[in-house]
């Protein structure tokens, strides 16, 4: 019980923390002077006089407590700093949304899933739905190689893309009619 009583009065040595008190408004000065803002300056301080009073046991009797007060003020503000230096104010979202990037490609599963459904369609139709969607040629170079209307492959194109879109589950405004380029 003697001992705990002893460590309690070595923790609220009122030296200690009468110093602390003294020094509170040169603190807060070169705190405003680092910061340039009374409300960071005042956290700095708060800060700086916890860490001493959690660290008291590491100030050395006989030192300069205020100097090493501002130690640990300035080594709080110089930490403080690197870390706001590397931060970006992003409230909404907007700077995070931007790093965003979606693979380009095709999950496995979906690739699977198209795959299936093209196996479904009509040769014809699937045909020029690769020749459009995969190869991209234009519908004129298609209907030249098939030595058809650009008019007739038009109408494959758009039957292919809607089978295809009523066999996976999608309905016609969904994503095969920007997949697959227009031309």
Same mark, same amino acid.
């Given at each position: 019980?003697? +001992? ?10 009122? *030296?200690? =923390? %009468?110093?602390?008190?003294? /020094? ?5 000065? !070169?705190?405003?002077? @680092? ?7 005042e %956290?700095? =301080?708060?800060?700086t006089?916890?860490?001493?009073? +959690?660290?008291?046991?590491r100030?050395?009797? *006989? ?5 090493? @007060? ?8 110089? #930490?403080?700093?690197?870390?706001? /230096?590397?931060e970006?104010?992003?409230? %909404? *979202? ?7 990037? $979606?693979?380009d490609? &095709? /999950?496995? &599963?979906?690739?699977?899933?198209? /795959?299936?459904a ?13 020749? =459009? ?5 234009s ?8 030595? =058809? ?18 066999v $996976? *589950?999608?309905?016609?405004? %969904?994503?095969?009619? #920007?997949? !697959?380029?227009?031309?």
């Open positions: 019980m003697e +001992d705990s009583l002893q460590a309690s009065e070595e923790r609220h040595d009122s *030296g200690f =923390v %009468d110093q602390l008190l003294t /020094s509170t408004r040169p603190l807060r000065a !070169f705190a405003i002077s @680092l910061t340039h803002d009374v409300d960071r300056a %956290d700095l =301080v708060q800060s006089l916890l860490k001493a009073c +959690d660290r008291r046991n100030f050395e009797p *006989g030192t300069c407590l205020q100097a090493w @007060l501002f130690t640990i003020l300035k080594n709080d503000f110089h #930490t403080e700093h690197r870390k706001r /230096s590397r970006v104010e992003d409230a %909404d *979202g907007a700077y995070a949304a931007r790093l965003i990037q $979606l693979p490609q &095709l /999950s496995e &599963l979906e690739l699977r899933d198209l /795959s299936e093209l196996s479904q369609l009509p040769e014809r139709q699937r045909e020029v739905l690769l020749m =459009v969607g995969v190869e991209g040629l519908y004129e170079e298609i209907a030249a190689r098939q030595r =058809v209307t650009v008019g007739t492959i038009k109408s494959r194109v758009n039957r292919a893309r809607h089978h295809l879109a009523e $996976l *589950g999608l309905g016609p405004e %969904d994503a095969i009619g #920007t997949r !697959f380029s227009q031309h």
